[in-house]
């Protein structure tokens, strides 16, 4: 490993895979690699089989700046050498790794996803609010579960007697098996959740949505609204984007995907080229100078990204 | 330059008969492969290095369905041109010119 090795070397390795002459084999190296320089200058470009292909590679001129003293330059056009391995000897080289494969990871937490999501768009600052609501609530779900253990444990520090100091100890002990028994089979359970299709996961999420939502008195179900438009969703758009178009906010992306639920599984991942019904704006729920409206809409976002965080 | 032009080139800069090139040239394409799947370089003295890269994993989105792979680590061999190749390369077209 991490040997150096120079022509003398390369001709002593190829010494060993048949009797030629030491001298014989010295020349030809040396003209194999004289050749190649030659040729690489001659025509640019030289394909060697089992090996590879050189080719020079023009660079254009381009700008750039002094680091030390910030003077701007021009670095002038030049060439430079690539190379590319052939198919074989790449194999050769890769065979430590070889029966390693590309593995799809959609089954892991949703962070990583996110992150390896947001490279492809633009990133906004809203979408880093986002991200930082999104870890919020993350962690709020994971609190009533760390709480449940942390209170029990309260109780016993007022003694009102051995009695109810047993019992009480009775009940605590009850509770952390409940919870441990809890704990040891929810995994199962979780487990399951994000291997079920995405559908399923919508329809008993989204009545609880409607239900938080209620303290807003009315019942919004943008899915009933007039047409205002038919869009089609062209690559790199997003829901938020054409709220901002179509209802001057981007939080209002909510009521446009409640409109196009069947179409949209999730709205972090759209195709392109999905047609999106843009409903009209019924003025009492979505007004962008309304700071209400706003507000439900964001209370919207929140359950979603949550949702579609899983 | 195509492969059949290269052995007759080097065939000829190096005045062997044409089956002991045939023969050099499969031995040596092998020796270079050995010597890189050993984890070692090879220099060429007024070439160039050929040696191995690692490539760390990664992971990679496919843009239109949104799924994610992790691209395993591999190894690479590269090629670097020493450093008298690198300025004749550099130099190229300005020589012509």
């Given at each position: 490993m991490n040997n150096k090795f120079l022509l003398q070397d390369l001709v002593q390795s190829i010494l060993e895979t048949n009797d030629l002459d030491k001298k014989e084999v010295e020349t030809f190296v040396r003209a194999y690699f004289a050749v190649i320089e030659r040729a690489l200058f001659e025509e640019e470009y030289i394909k060697i089989n089992d090996l590879g292909k050189f080719s020079l590679q023009k660079v254009e001129a381009r700008k750039s700046v002094?680091?030390?003293?910030g003077e701007a330059f021009e670095i002038k056009a030049h060439y430079k050498l690539a190379f590319v391995p052939d198919v074989k000897l790449r194999e050769i080289a890769n065979k430590p790794f070889e029966h390693l494969e590309a593995v799809e990871l959609d089954?892991?937490?949703?962070l990583t996803q996110d992150e390896a999501i947001n490279p492809n768009k633009p990133i906004t600052k809203e979408d880093n609010i986002m991200e930082k609501k999104e870890k919020t609530v993350f962690v709020v779900t994971d609190k009533p579960a760390a709480n449940e253990k942390k209170t029990p444990?309260?109780?016993?520090?007022?003694?009102?007697g051995k009695l109810v100091a047993w019992i009480v100890f009775v009940v605590i002990m009850c509770a952390l098996i409940i919870f441990a028994l809890y704990k040891t089979l929810s995994p199962d359970t979780k487990v399951q959740l994000p291997v079920d299709d995405v559908v399923t996961e919508i329809e008993p999420t989204t009545p609880a949505v409607e239900e938080t939502s209620a303290p807003a008195p009315k019942v919004v179900d943008p899915s009933s609204w007039e047409t205002l438009k038919v869009v089609r969703l062209e690559r790199g758009k997003r829901l938020t984007l054409l709220a901002q178009e179509?209802?001057?906010?981007?939080?209002?992306?909510v009521y446009i995907y409640e409109a196009n639920k069947d179409q949209i599984k999730n709205p972090n991942k759209i195709l392109a080229g999905t047609k999106i019904r843009i409903p009209k704006a019924d003025p009492a729920v979505i007004n962008a100078k309304d700071p209400e409206s706003v507000r439900i809409a964001q209370e919207k976002e929140t359950k979603y990204r949550a949702q579609f965080s899983k | 330059m195509r492969n059949n032009e290269f052995i007759r080139a080097v065939r000829l800069e190096s005045k062997l008969k044409k089956e002991k090139t045939v023969l050099l040239m499969e031995a040596l394409s092998a020796s270079i492969s050995k010597i890189l799947s050993e984890g070692d370089s090879l220099s060429i003295q007024g070439f160039g290095t050929f040696e191995l890269k690692k490539k760390n994993e990664r992971l990679s989105v496919n843009?239109?369905?949104g799924k994610r792979f992790m691209i395993p680590p591999k190894l690479l061999p590269v090629f670097r041109p020493g450093i008298s190749l690198k300025n004749k390369v550099k130099n190229f077209g300005s020589d012509e010119q």
């Amino acid at each position: 490993m991490n040997n150096k090795f120079l022509l003398q070397d390369l001709v002593q390795s190829i010494l060993e895979t048949n009797d030629l002459d030491k001298k014989e084999v010295e020349t030809f190296v040396r003209a194999y690699f004289a050749v190649i320089e030659r040729a690489l200058f001659e025509e640019e470009y030289i394909k060697i089989n089992d090996l590879g292909k050189f080719s020079l590679q023009k660079v254009e001129a381009r700008k750039s700046v002094n680091v030390t003293t910030g003077e701007a330059f021009e670095i002038k056009a030049h060439y430079k050498l690539a190379f590319v391995p052939d198919v074989k000897l790449r194999e050769i080289a890769n065979k430590p790794f070889e029966h390693l494969e590309a593995v799809e990871l959609d089954a892991e937490p949703e962070l990583t996803q996110d992150e390896a999501i947001n490279p492809n768009k633009p990133i906004t600052k809203e979408d880093n609010i986002m991200e930082k609501k999104e870890k919020t609530v993350f962690v709020v779900t994971d609190k009533p579960a760390a709480n449940e253990k942390k209170t029990p444990p309260a109780p016993p520090k007022p003694k009102k007697g051995k009695l109810v100091a047993w019992i009480v100890f009775v009940v605590i002990m009850c509770a952390l098996i409940i919870f441990a028994l809890y704990k040891t089979l929810s995994p199962d359970t979780k487990v399951q959740l994000p291997v079920d299709d995405v559908v399923t996961e919508i329809e008993p999420t989204t009545p609880a949505v409607e239900e938080t939502s209620a303290p807003a008195p009315k019942v919004v179900d943008p899915s009933s609204w007039e047409t205002l438009k038919v869009v089609r969703l062209e690559r790199g758009k997003r829901l938020t984007l054409l709220a901002q178009e179509y209802y001057g906010n981007k939080v209002f992306w909510v009521y446009i995907y409640e409109a196009n639920k069947d179409q949209i599984k999730n709205p972090n991942k759209i195709l392109a080229g999905t047609k999106i019904r843009i409903p009209k704006a019924d003025p009492a729920v979505i007004n962008a100078k309304d700071p209400e409206s706003v507000r439900i809409a964001q209370e919207k976002e929140t359950k979603y990204r949550a949702q579609f965080s899983k | 330059m195509r492969n059949n032009e290269f052995i007759r080139a080097v065939r000829l800069e190096s005045k062997l008969k044409k089956e002991k090139t045939v023969l050099l040239m499969e031995a040596l394409s092998a020796s270079i492969s050995k010597i890189l799947s050993e984890g070692d370089s090879l220099s060429i003295q007024g070439f160039g290095t050929f040696e191995l890269k690692k490539k760390n994993e990664r992971l990679s989105v496919n843009p239109s369905t949104g799924k994610r792979f992790m691209i395993p680590p591999k190894l690479l061999p590269v090629f670097r041109p020493g450093i008298s190749l690198k300025n004749k390369v550099k130099n190229f077209g300005s020589d012509e010119q």
